[in-house]
């Protein structure tokens, strides 16, 4: 057995690419391809804005960014907004265990104990007269 001959073999042509999208789902108001992107190569800018919600956001492009960049950004800056509210120390309503979980005030997953202390009958957080160990004080 032989091989064919080149001449019977036909060109293979290139592969033509997917076009990257130019119209996202809004993460505010989930209209489906209702964000449109728009780059500004010489100053620098992408712009994204919802054409159903209003919603707008810019940030810096460079001359490998495309519309899918602009679009990624919003997204990471919309989590990183969504996680500093979600933890925000001084404020009991918007408290959250170690796992990102919303705390409410006033429950606990683990009955009676709040940071490690527990809770006595005569104020909440104090210790009772226990020592470190279970021992009494007195």
């Known amino acids: ?9 036909k060109p293979q042509g290139k592969k033509k690419k997917d076009p990257l999208p ?7 108001c ?3 391809s209702s964000v449109s ?3 500004d190569r010489k100053a620098g ?22 519309g899918v960049d602009v679009y990624s950004d919003w ?12 933890y925000a120390p001084g404020d009991p309503e918007r408290a959250t265990d170690y796992h990102g979980h919303a705390v409410l005030p006033g429950s606990s997953k683990h009955g009676n104990l709040q ?3 527990q809770m006595s009958a005569i104020g909440e957080g104090q210790d ?4 470190e160990y279970g021992e009494d004080d007195t």
């Open 1 to 9: 057995m032989g091989k064919r001959k080149k001449s019977s073999r």
């Open 22 to 28: 130019s119209t996202f789902p809004c993460l505010f």
């Open 30 to 32: 989930n209209h489906e």
């Open 37 to 39: 992107t728009k780059l």
């Open 45 to 66: 800018t992408g712009e994204l804005s919802c054409k159903a919600c209003g919603q707008q956001f810019q940030t810096a492009v460079n001359y490998l960014s495309s």
């Open 75 to 86: 997204i990471d800056a919309c989590d990183a907004v969504a996680k500093e509210a979600a």
């Open 115 to 117: 940071g490690g202390r």
């Open 128 to 131: 009772d007269d226990m020592g």
